[in-house]
């Protein structure tokens, strides 16, 4: 994933769903600096992995079992 650093002022013009598809069009770590300093990340969310499938079975009449 590449990242990109910009400042607020450079993309106070650009529409948020603009910037949000080249974020996600690009796998890219975006990065804005506010004038006081403070920065906020924006990146897109990893995709799940898939769930294992695992072997075995469940014995017949298990919902009627004494725990």
């Known amino acids: 994933m ?21 974020v996600l069009a690009k796998q890219l770590l975006l990065t804005v600096q506010f004038p006081g300093g403070e920065e906020v990340i924006i990146q897109p969310k990893p995709p799940l992995k898939p769930l294992p ?15």
Do not use: C, F, M
């Not at 590449?2 to 080249?22: A, G």
């Not at 499938?53 to 725990?67: F, Q, T």
């Open 53 to 67: 499938i695992l072997e075995g079975s469940v014995p017949d009449g298990w919902k009627e079992a004494i725990y």
């Open 2 to 22: 590449t990242s990109k650093t910009l400042k607020l002022n450079e993309i106070e013009k650009t529409q948020l769903r603009d910037i949000l598809q080249n």
